[in-house]
């Protein structure tokens, strides 16, 4: 039970590189979610997606695109770093309001 | 709009103590409401959920009370363990979302033996 796979765990970037974070789920889950850690402001939606498709902003979505052009994959990526994107970065995916989400085990991103 | 505000921590208990940890909302109409723990190198994993008012959520051993009057889901356990040391996080999903998560800052429990 592979569940939602996030990679990489660990990256450290460059001020102005970019990368993509990737993030997998085989629950053919509709939703998925990207969230930042940050300490003492528990977890904020970045950007989400409701479908194959189908995306659109969370609460802090400037400086990350994302694309979904398959049920299994969400990619988050980073245009062009800057150090307020030091983070840990949580992927989810649920099917529905009542239902339980599920969380990679997150990335830990920090940028120089 | 929506938000989640919860104690802060950290939170330091000797093993066989009461747990409690406050987690007040503000949101329209009723919202779903979730406890996630995030165990140390982890992501977060649901702990319990209450989806109406007066429901009660539970799993090992720990509790919630959905309380509307109040805007309130405390967790509570009896007699926590070493093994329950972890960050807590309460959480919301909005009347009018399907996917939403609006979380709490987290609470930090540790428990010595």
């Known amino acids: 039970n592979a569940g939602v796979t996030q990679t990489p765990k660990f990256q450290v970037l460059k001020t102005g590189q970019s990368m993509t974070l990737q993030c997998a789920q085989d629950m053919n889950h509709e939703y998925m979610s990207w969230y930042r850690q940050d300490p003492g402001m528990g977890l904020r939606l970045i950007h989400y997606?409701?479908?194959?498709?189908?995306?659109d902003q969370g609460e802090v979505p400037n400086g990350y695109n994302v694309s979904r052009s398959t049920t299994e994959d969400f990619p988050l990526r980073l245009l062009s770093a800057a150090p307020s994107q030091t983070s840990v970065y949580f992927c989810?995916?649920?099917?529905?309001?009542?239902?339980?989400?599920?969380f990679g085990q997150g990335t830990r991103l920090t940028v120089v | 709009g929506d938000s989640v505000t919860q104690m802060e921590g950290p939170v330091t208990l000797s093993e066989e103590a009461f747990l409690t940890i406050n987690c007040t909302y503000t949101?329209?109409?009723?919202?779903?409401l979730f406890w996630y723990v995030q165990y140390p190198g982890e992501g977060l994993q649901l702990l319990l959920k209450?989806?109406?008012?007066?429901d009660k959520g539970s799993n090992k051993g720990f509790e919630a009370t959905y309380r509307k009057e109040t805007t309130s889901f405390h967790l509570e356990k009896g007699s926590v363990q070493v093994s329950d040391s972890a960050v807590y996080f309460c959480a919301l999903t909005p009347l009018d979302s399907s996917y939403k998560l609006i979380f709490g800052s987290g609470t930090r429990l540790l428990v010595r033996p």
């Open positions: 989810a995916s649920t099917n529905g309001r009542n239902t339980e989400a599920f």
């Open positions: 997606s409701v479908g194959a498709g189908i995306t």
């Open positions: 209450a989806t109406k008012a007066d």
């Open positions: 949101a329209t109409g009723y919202p779903s």
